[in-house]
């Protein structure tokens, strides 16, 4: 093993994922697979088509819910179906292949509205809690301490349009905040997208071929965005065609082969010496 | 008779002012009416729409599902007349009401009749957003109603317009079976005016009646036309290509 992965081996765990397994009715997609993915780890996903890259993706943050299998995150299970998972889905970042921008929401509110939105929520909450503390202060003797309100209303808006203009400057679109996302090029749209998750603050970022729906010239924006924000630091899980950048990027690959791991090592391991036949016949079909 | 004795006769009529009264109440009773039950529809065609999409894991749901199926059912399956009928002579006795003004009568009625043909339109419109709209909200943990009430009803809400356009024409023209419970609309302004001194001529008055809905027709038409044109605005398909040349320059 190479020294930055001892050094990764170290860091703590971001997402553990046991035998994961999904089928679609009699389909079965996914065949158990483990994955543990560590802070600042970029993880790249290789696989030909249909091998079930996209629906594992999907699994990590439930948009599908895989049928068996465990997924820890924050120290809960996203599979079980009794955690809240839209308070983790706000840390676990998604980047999808067609953009998904908000059609009806000029850009600056694409990114604005998440996080203003949950902030504003937990403002109420907070509000609501206080007032029946306030009331039950009333009858007690020794009072209860109210729950610290850090930020008002206009606060909480100020900032998040600050932070997404921060955001957006650096991906020189500042003068497009207030356009519709029809109005932006391909390259344009998958960048917002890109810092409309950034924008949560996600502790893991997944993206589902992010540059395939894209016209050859914009790949480039796009990828370089991708390790800009992953030279900062971010944990990745990538599933790409991009091999090139994938070689430059990760710091694992996999190899997915009929929903199950075919195999996984660092980049020059899997790209310069496969083991498994699966992903030689795969790369010479690429190549 | 020919037809200068008959216009002679409706002048004849309407010099009493009564009657121009009669006519604007009777426009703005058949407005109100279709208007409130239209609101009414959209509000209640929503929710309806948002169960029959939801998804189907949990019982309240599934409940909840066969009781809009059954209220979509009821209200597209019978007509509207019976509805109206059904509710001030049946419903409002049975439940010892009195005294209920018959246009609210009209106006409920009409929105529950509303609310099963918008749900089915709404459902519509929420499928034919793409899929990815209610993800991306999703994954950015937003709830379920979070993510319908601000991302997929308002784009679903967009692309049915012409179709809710034509449902309040719909509600418009269907305001001439008010009559039935009492309720003075366009329809029965005029009609009492044709009969009016005893002097049954209908000729003038039904001609007027139906020109006067061909042009709140139009009006709406019209109104739905501009209300698409406002919307349009965030959907504008790429700047016009002299812009484009300048950013590629530029960049
Ligand atoms: N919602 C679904 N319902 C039924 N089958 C599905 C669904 N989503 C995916 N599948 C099936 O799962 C299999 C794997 O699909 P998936 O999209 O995960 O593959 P992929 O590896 O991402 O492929 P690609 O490289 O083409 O994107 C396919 O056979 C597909 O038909
Ligand atoms: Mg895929």
Redesign the pocket.
């Known amino acids: 093993m190479n020294e930055q992965a001892i050094i990764q081996d170290e860091n703590e765990i971001v997402l553990d994922v046991y035998g994961i397994t ?1 089928s ?2 009699d ?1 079965h ?2 065949n158990g697979i483990d994955l543990t993915v560590r802070k600042g780890e970029v993880i790249v996903i290789l ?12 699994c990590l943050n439930c948009l ?1 819910d895989p049928t068996s299998g465990e997924i820890i995150f924050d120290g809960e299970n996203l599979a079980d179906m009794k955690v809240d998972i839209n308070k983790h889905r706000r840390k676990i970042g998604m980047v999808f ?1 067609n953009f998904n921008l908000f059609n009806n929401k000029t850009v600056l509110k694409n990114i604005t509205l998440a996080p203003t939105h949950i902030a504003l929520k937990e403002l109420r909450a907070k509000k609501i809690k206080n007032f029946f503390i306030k009331i039950g202060n009333f009858f007690r003797k020794n009072k209860k301490e109210l729950l610290i309100i850090e930020k008002t209303k206009k606060e909480i808006i100020k900032e998040s349009n600050d932070n997404a203009y921060a955001l957006l400057r650096r991906i020189g679109l500042e003068d497009k905040a207030n356009e519709y996302p029809s109005t932006l090029s391909g390259g344009q749209k998958q960048r917002v997208a890109i810092i409309r998750a950034l924008a949560m603050n996600p502790k893991v970022m997944l993206f ?2 992010p540059t ?1 729906a894209l016209d050859p010239e914009m790949v480039g924006e796009v990828l370089n965005l991708i390790k800009e924000v992953a030279d900062d630091g971010m944990t990745m899980v990538i ?1 790409t ?1 991009e091999m090139g950048f994938a070689r430059e990027v990760a710091t694992r690959v996999i190899f ?1 082969d009929e ?1 199950v791991i075919g195999e996984q090592g660092t980049p020059s391991e899997v790209f310069d010496n496969p083991q498994n036949p699966r992903t030689k016949q795969f790369f010479n079909a690429i190549l | 008779m020919n037809l200068a004795v008959k216009w002679q006769i409706f002048v004849s009529k309407m010099a009493s002012e009564e009657y121009i009264i009669l006519i604007f109440k009777g426009l703005k009773t058949t407005v109100k009416i279709a208007v409130f039950g239209l609101i009414i529809g959209i509000i209640i065609g929503t929710l309806v729409a948002t169960v029959k999409v939801a998804p189907k894991y949990k019982l309240i749901v599934r409940i909840l599902d066969k009781i809009c199926a059954a209220y979509t059912a009821f209200f597209r399956g019978t007509p509207m007349v019976v509805q109206l009928l059904f509710a001030y002579y049946v419903i409002l006795p049975l439940l010892g009401i009195k005294g209920v003004d018959a246009e609210i009568v009209g106006i409920i009625t009409f929105g529950l009749n509303s609310g099963a043909y918008v749900s089915e339109i709404m459902r519509g419109g929420i499928t034919s957003v793409d899929k990815g709209q209610f993800e991306a909200a999703r994954a950015l943990g937003l709830g379920y109603g979070t993510a319908m009430i601000k991302i997929v009803i308002p784009q679903a809400i967009k692309n049915i317009m012409p179709t809710l356009g034509n449902e309040f024409i719909t509600l418009i023209k269907e305001t001439s079976v008010l009559s039935f419970i009492t309720v003075t609309d366009l329809f029965k302004a005029f009609k009492t005016i044709a009969e009016a001194n005893r002097n049954y001529e209908y000729l003038i008055p039904y001609t007027i009646l139906g020109l006067i809905y061909i042009v709140l027709v139009l009006i709406i038409t019209l109104l739905v036309r501009i209300i698409e044109k406002i919307f349009a605005k965030s959907d504008r398909k790429a700047e016009s290509p002299k812009k484009k040349a300048k950013e590629k320059v530029n960049s």
């Open positions: 999904k679609f009715s389909n997609v996914l696989g030909p088509s249909g091998c079930g890259k996209s629906t594992f993706l999907r599908e292949q589902d071929e395939s599933v065609h997915m929903g």
